[in-house]
């Protein structure tokens, strides 16, 4: 019974499903920016979040880190050919 009134099963399992299959639709639709970017996702992630370090310790620190993560770009590229 929905404001006084009964409604049959039926139609509220398919208002139900029509109202899913709405939500996702309208949560797929529009224009998709970052997938479109030609940059790979690192380079948007450094972008974003600039890391500045606060000692001669962490610049060490960031300065391994960004080279072992290139070292490993170009091993999964060349593992990849």
Do not use: C, D, W
């Amino acid at each position: 019974v929905i404001f006084g009134r009964a409604i049959k099963t039926e139609y509220l399992t398919l208002g139900t499903l029509f109202a899913t299959g709405g939500a996702v639709f309208a949560s797929l639709g529009g224009k998709k920016e970052s997938a479109s970017s030609g940059k790979p996702l690192s380079e948007r992630v450094k972008e974003a979040v600039p890391i500045t370090a606060g000692s001669s310790e962490e610049e060490q620190l960031m300065n391994s880190i960004k080279s072992f993560i290139a070292e490993a770009e170009k091993e999964s590229g060349a593992g990849h050919h």
